[in-house]
């Protein structure tokens, strides 16, 4: 679809805002949460948006979503609780509208 105007409507401006702030993707984010081989619930900084965009890796390995963690807002929780020595990642977008 074309555009046929020149100005940029209120969304426009926040998510080029949040581009600009660093505040749109999250990168190699570290959960918070007890790693020690018991503990299966960890926390995002923020709420992915959306929830598909999350990305989250063990010790360099992808996850999958339901096989190995599921996601409520910033929230989750591990079929298997990770160990002191795991290393967890999460890639993901925050919209900022």
Same mark, same amino acid.
Request: overall charge negative; aromatic content about 8%; proline content about 4%.
């Given at each position: 679809?074309a555009?046929? #105007?020149?100005?940029?409507?209120?969304?426009e401006?926040?998510t080029i805002?949040?581009?600009?702030?660093g505040?749109?993707?999250?990168?190699a984010? $570290?959960?918070?949460?007890?790693q020690?081989?018991?503990?299966?619930t960890?926390?995002? $900084? #923020?709420?992915?948006? &959306?929830?598909t965009?999350l990305?989250?890796?063990?010790?360099?390995?992808?996850?999958?979503?339901?096989?190995?963690y599921?996601l409520?807002?910033?929230?989750i929780t591990?079929?298997?609780?990770?160990?002191?020595?795991?290393?967890?990642?999460?890639?993901?977008?925050?919209? &900022?509208?």
């Amino acid at each position: 679809m074309a555009r046929t #105007s020149t100005v940029l409507t209120n969304n426009e401006i926040l998510t080029i805002q949040a581009i600009v702030d660093g505040t749109y993707f999250h990168r190699a984010e $570290s959960l918070t949460g007890t790693q020690n081989g018991v503990n299966v619930t960890f926390i995002l $900084s #923020s709420t992915p948006n &959306p929830a598909t965009s999350l990305e989250l890796k063990l010790n360099g390995q992808d996850l999958t979503l339901t096989t190995d963690y599921s996601l409520s807002g910033a929230i989750i929780t591990f079929v298997q609780a990770p160990f002191d020595i795991d290393i967890i990642k999460a890639w993901y977008v925050v919209s &900022p509208v």
